[in-house]
Each structure stands twice: as C-alpha cells, then as structure tokens.
C-alpha cells in the first residue's frame, strides 16, 4: 500500500512517506470542537475518521511504539529506578506520552498464567472529558478525523484536563506547565502518515487506517481469538465516552480491568458534567442578578440615612444626659 | 472597666462634639483592605478560568498562565490575612438574642425603620452573617483549592477527589462572590458606614442608630454590665 496525497486521511501507517512535498491538511477549518469555545464555526468540510487499534493479543512487549513515541516526539523521558517491573517510565510522564503496562494474570478457568500487556496512552474519545474540562479558548481541540491534540500556546497549566479524562492520560510538565499527551501524531496524519507507534510496531499488533477499517479489522481479530479458546475475546471501543480513535481488542473483553486497570465503563465523570454544567451557568446568572441587582436597587430606593435626631441624641448620651432605653431590650 | 460585653478593646469616644466614635484601629483597616483587595483579585483572576465568556479577565493578570499560578498565591495571602481579621472580630460576632429579633424583624431593617429594632452591639445579624458565611468559605476554598493546585499539589489528592474539589471550590466561589456583594451593598447602602473602615470613626448618631448598646457600653454610661 501506498500513501495517496489526495486522500484525506491516510489509510495505514506501514506505507513509507511520499517524495513529493506534501501540504499539511490539518486546519483551522477541520476542527469540530475547540476548548472554552463555544461559538466555534462548523468544519469546512468532514474528514475521513481514523484509528490506531491497538491488539493486545499481538503485543510481545518490546516497546518499539515507546521508544518509536519519544523518537518522533523528540522527548527524553527521565532513566528511573528498576523496581523489579518491566513498566518504565512507571507511569505517564509529560515526556512520555505512551507506556506498555504489564500485567500478571493468573486464569482461574485454564490455571494459565498470562501475561497481559497493555499499551497505555490517549484514546482520543469522540466525547473528550480534558475538552471539556479545560478553561483556555483552544488549548485542547478535536479535529474531524477523531484526533484530539492539545495546542500549547494557548494551554495555561491548570490541570483541570486532568480531572475532566476518565482514563488518566494528560500530564503537566513542572518546567513548562504545559499540558502533553498523545497527539496521535496529528503532524504526521496531517501530511498523509500513520503514527510512529504503529509504524513502529514489529508484530503490527498496533495498526492505523480508517476508523471503518479498524473496526473491520478487529472484529476478524475477534474472530481469531475466539476460534482458539478465548470465548471472551472482543472490541473495547468505550461507548460511554461516544467511542474513541484509539481502540483495543482485548482477550477478556468482558473483564478489561484486568489490563492495569483499564476502566470498565469510562465515561466523563457526573462531577465533571455538573462542574461545567449547572454550576457555570447558574452561577453565573446568580452573580449577575446580584450584582445588577443591587446597583439598581442602590439607585432606586431610599438608603439608610442617620438623622439629625440621630446625632443630638448621641451627643446626649455621650455628655451623660442618657436618654431611656428602648423597651425591648429589658429582657 | 468592666469587662467588655459589645465593644473591642480600642473603641472609644473620640471626639464629643460632635461625636465621633473609633471603631476600627489602623491595623485593622490595613488588615481588612489586604483582605478585601485580595479577594477581589481572587474573584476576578478565579471568574476568567470559571466561564470562557470572562478568559479576558486573564489579559488584568498578564496572561492566562500568569492568572493560572497567581490566583493561588493570592488565595493563601487572603487566607492570612482574613485570619488575622477573624481572630481580631470573632468574639463580637458570637450570635446574641437580639440577633433572632433582629432576624424575625428583617422587614423593618430593610425600610430603615431602626426604632422597631432592639439596640444591638458593635455587630447586627446581617453583618455576623457575612462574618461567618465569610469564615467558612474561605476555609473550605483554601482547603480545595489546595486540593486543585496542580503546580505543587498535583499528586495530593486522588483525580475523583481533585473533580469533586474543583466543584466545590466553584460553588463555594459563587457563594463567596454574593457575600461579598452583599457585604459592599450594605456597606453603601447604610450611609456612614464606610468611613469606619477609611477614617476608622463612624458618627455618634450612626452609632446610636445602628449599634446603640456598643455606643454605650464605649461612651461608658454602662458600666454596672448591661441589662441582661
Ligand atoms: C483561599 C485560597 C484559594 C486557593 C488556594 C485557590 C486555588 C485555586 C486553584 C488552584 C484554582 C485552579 C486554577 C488555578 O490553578 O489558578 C482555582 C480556581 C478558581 N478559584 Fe480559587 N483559590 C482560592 C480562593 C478563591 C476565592 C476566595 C475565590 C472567589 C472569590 C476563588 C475563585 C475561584 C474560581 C471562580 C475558580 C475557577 C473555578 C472553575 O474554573 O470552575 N478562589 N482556585
Ligand atoms: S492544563 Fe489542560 S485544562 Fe488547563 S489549559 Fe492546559 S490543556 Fe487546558
Ligand atoms: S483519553 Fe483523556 S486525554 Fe485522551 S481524549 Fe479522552 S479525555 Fe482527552
């Protein structure tokens, strides 16, 4: 297979690139959302939705993609300590933006032990909860081929995408305050290349295409697995986040806990939604009405004058001519 | 004297004609323009990143990543400072009696009609009220605030932890916001008022309208204790 510049979104990532030049076709016109911006314009036209499908049951743990990931990147994630686990980094750094995490699995039903290894990064939801968190106008933005990429100059380090993703994905550099996660190579995809993970992949247990192609290509995948023994074998594509451009397929589709804890049913946190629902816009009209309010009240009603009786009647208090008290007060 | 039941310690008679009464020391004042100067900064830098309508506010700060690692800086300033303030203005706004007549009776306080009241010391409900709703929301700001500040915090909490903080450290803004509107309103609207915390004196006939067992207890006339 060849990469055709004419297309819109490339269809594979083992193609090599084109010799020609090749103009960049990820614009300001393919964008479908765009954080804290609600009157975003439509897309100028609909691209071809992609997706890198991530297979577990072909994955040898080479981390090829990991190293493939900070290559492309030009990040160098930090040497840590071996404590005695292959997982290194051992969690997503802001300079890491993809990690294998194993798992050790004991099946209870065939006494096996397996080893189930999982590459943990971005699932560039079709619903993004960090979207949706973030405060800064186009910090964080959804392109119409499912990519969602995080636009730096316009990220102010907050760390509210952190509480708006349901898988834990982004991480805030301490040296910049910027936030970084997997772009799902948006600047390769944009001049017609699959991502260098998967273009990395030995065993091609991670393959890119279409979203359609994908989907196609992890049910035959499905089919496989369970014509050998796994009856449970199937697709996690997270509905409740609206499905999502990275997807897996999974042995024990019914239990993907079982993969470092990959969340059962991932959606965007009822938190999240009542934070940046009911909580913006009531508040808001709250605080207005307030504040109008009372400026209009201010205006248009009599304020609490003290009078001169007022001041008499102190001066004879203080000169010691104490008037009576009030009969209230006796109690 | 005896024992001070509706008074501070520094209120006193400052000038007899015609009166003038201290209510608030300079320590006091200072203290309390930080305090209000922080909030404001706080409500202004906090309202930018709450509703993408107000991310311009963040152009008052320098950018939104200087609005981002400021907002907290001045919410711990606001801390200390309203701290000092609350040690300095508790004990008085401890609830009284009069405080539910006062309450019960909130229609005539809205029409300025004062002789309905009971004579009341150097704080009315009202005031307590925004004391108070005042104390609490700046502890539980601080308190999720510091759960959300990613720059130093950004591991203290778990993520469902931080979600929850971060809406409570909205709602608790929104809240903290009316208070304090209320506050200035009724700081405006009962003329004379403003100037305890500018002069640091408010008149003898504010006094005696408003706070008249506080006027009397510092012009000394009740030295034997008050009546109850
Ligand atoms: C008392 C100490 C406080 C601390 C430590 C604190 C800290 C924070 C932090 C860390 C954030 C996240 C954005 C950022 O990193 O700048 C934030 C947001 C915010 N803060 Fe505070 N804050 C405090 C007090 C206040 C006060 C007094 C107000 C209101 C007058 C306020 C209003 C807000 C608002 C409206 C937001 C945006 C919330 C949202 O986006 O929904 N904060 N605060
Ligand atoms: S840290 Fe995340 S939520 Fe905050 S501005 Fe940057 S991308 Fe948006
Ligand atoms: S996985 Fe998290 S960071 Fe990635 S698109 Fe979904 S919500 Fe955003």
Sequence with gaps: MTTDPNLDSPRTAVSNPPVQPTRANLGPGDLIRSSATPDLPPPTRQLTPVAKLIDVSKCIGCKACQSACAEWNDTYPEVEENVGIYENPHDLTPDMFTLMRFSEYENPQTGDFEWLIRKDGCMHCADPGCLKACPAPGAIVQYSNGIVDFIHENCIGCGYCVTGCPFDIPRISKTDHLAYKCTLCSDRVAVGQGPACAKACPTQAIVFGTKEDMLAHAETRVEDLKSRGYDNAGIYDPQGVGGAHVFYVLHHADQPALYSGLPEEPRISSVVEGWKGPTKALGLAAIGVAAVGSVLHGLMTRANKVSAEDETQAEQLVEGREPPLRPETEV | ?228
């Design chain 2, 1 to 228: 004297m005896a024992r001070r039941m509706f008074s501070a310690a520094g209120d006193h008679i400052e000038s007899r004609q015609p009166v003038t009464v201290s209510r608030y020391r300079g320590f006091t004042r200072v203290n309390h323009w930080v305090t209000a100067a922080s909030l404001i900064a706080l409500l202004l830098s906090g309202l930018a990143l709450f509703h993408p309508s107000l991310y311009f506010l963040t152009g008052l700060f320098g950018g939104g990543q200087a609005t981002r690692w400021l907002h907290p800086f001045v919410g711990v300033l606001l801390f200390f400072s309203f701290l000092l303030l609350f040690l300095q203005m508790w004990r008085l706004n401890l609830p009284r009696p009069e405080d539910r007549t006062w309450v019960s009776q909130i229609g005539d306080v809205v029409r300025g009609d004062e002789e309905k009241l009971p004579e009341l010391g150097k704080y009315n409900a009202g005031q307590k009220f925004v004391f108070w709703a005042m104390t609490v929301l700046i502890l539980v700001l601080i308190v999720t605030g510091v759960m959300i500040w990613e720059q130093f915090f950004g591991n203290l909490v778990s993520i469902q932890v931080r979600r929850w903080a971060v809406l409570i450290h909205s709602v608790s803004a929104v809240a903290i916001i009316l208070t304090f509107i209320l506050h200035v309103y009724a700081a405006f609207w009962t003329r004379g008022t403003l100037r305890a915390m500018t002069r640091g004196s408010v008149t003898g006939g504010w006094a005696w309208r408003h706070h008249r067992k506080w006027l009397r207890e510092v012009a000394g006339r009740r030295e034997g204790g008050p009546a109850e």
